[in-house]
T-cell receptor, first 111, second 116 residues
Framework: QKEVEQNSGPLSVPEGAIASLNCTYSDRGSQSFFWYRQYSGKSPELIMFIYSNGDKEDGRFTAQLNKASQYVSLLIRDSQPSDSATYLCAVTVGSARQLTFGSGTQLTVLP | SAVISQKPSRDICQRGTSLTIQCQVDSQVTMMFWYRQQPGQSLTLIATANQGSEATYESGFVIDKFPISRPNLTFSTLTVSNMSPEDSSIYLC?????????????FGPGTRLTVL
């Protein structure tokens, strides 16, 4: 079983819709959870992090964490074509700072 | 965040040769990491670059193949040795910075390596 799994995608949503990206993790010692956005040919860019159960909102982005279900998600409201990218879920375990990444979900927002 | 630069940005190399990638950070950081991203894949951690001591390698990566130096708190190098086409990847360095409620990791622009 992979340590961090993401819904396979690719995911297409129309402009203005809500895009929902999901991630599950296997290690219950996972402490911090990150969402990165990666445009083609570019390096990953941090969008959000979360480490407490519940929701965390930042502009059009909402991260949701449920440690009991070992599940973290990212919602993008009012999706824009510029949101089209690969979204990477990453976790840290315990006190370690090393990131373990999921395989990524490719999102396309259609104008 | 952090300002991170990498050199070279891309290179095309011949099988059997070695390439050293440099990573420079705009201020001192304790933790630096090197990742590999193979074509169409996600990121895989190669090693943690420790200042003043040997790098710590992840399973599947060895020092003879990927020697790392960390001479100070703003600079690190990764060498890809005796390259084969399977080493064609993007190599990224990253640093950990705090100040946003938790330590967060920021990535350099990457080095795109093609091995012929």
């Amino acid at each position: 079983q992979k340590e961090v799994e993401q819904n396979s995608g690719p995911l297409s949503v129309p402009e203005g819709a809500i895009a929902s990206l999901n991630c599950t993790y296997s290690d219950r010692g996972s402490q911090s959870f990150f969402w990165y956005r990666q445009y083609s040919g570019k390096s990953p860019e941090l969008i959000m992090f979360i480490y407490s159960n519940g929701d965390k909102e930042d502009g059009r982005f909402t991260a949701q964490l449920n440690k009991a279900s070992q599940y973290v998600s990212l919602l993008i409201r009012d999706s824009q074509p510029s949101d089209s990218a690969t979204y990477l879920c990453a976790v840290t375990v315990g006190s370690a700072r090393q990131l373990t990444f999921g395989s990524g979900t490719q999102l396309t927002v259609l104008p | 965040s952090a300002v991170i630069s990498q050199k070279p940005s891309r290179d095309i190399c011949q099988r059997g040769t070695s390439l050293t990638i440099q990573c420079q950070v705009d201020s001192q950081v304790t933790m630096m990491f090197w990742y590999r991203q193979q074509p169409g894949q996600s990121l895989t951690l190669i090693a943690t670059a420790n200042q003043g001591s040997e790098a710590t390698y992840e399973s599947g990566f060895v020092i003879d193949k990927f020697p790392i130096s960390r001479p100070n708190l703003t600079f690190s190098t990764l060498t890809v040795s005796n390259m084969s086409p399977e080493d064609s990847s993007i190599y990224l360095c990253s640093v950990v910075r705090g100040g946003r409620g938790t330590d967060t990791q920021y990535f350099g622009p990457g080095t795109r390596l093609t091995v012929l």
